[in-house]
């Protein structure tokens, strides 16, 4: 697996879904990078973890692009570009 997209409900529940798949991959020699969240509080994640948020999201708001799908954080929002 390269990238992955997952929705929990809670910032409670993202937190743990960070912690349980970090340490899943870690057991094969992995580590989890490049994670975006909509929620600030989840500060679990290492700031050199985290996704570079670049200004591409609808009127250049932060947006973060993946499996070629542009995921704008602070609108929790996802947009399929055509190239």
Known sequence: MDDTFES???KEEAACL?????????????RLTKWASNSPDVAEIPESDRA????????GSPAVRTL???????TDTFRITAR
């Open 8 to 10: 929990v409900e809670s």
């Open 52 to 59: 570079e948020v670049k200004e591409i999201g609808s009127q």
């Open 68 to 74: 070629g799908v542009v995921y704008e954080p602070s």
């Open 18 to 30: 960070c912690k349980d798949l970090s340490e899943v991959v870690k057991r094969g020699g992995f």
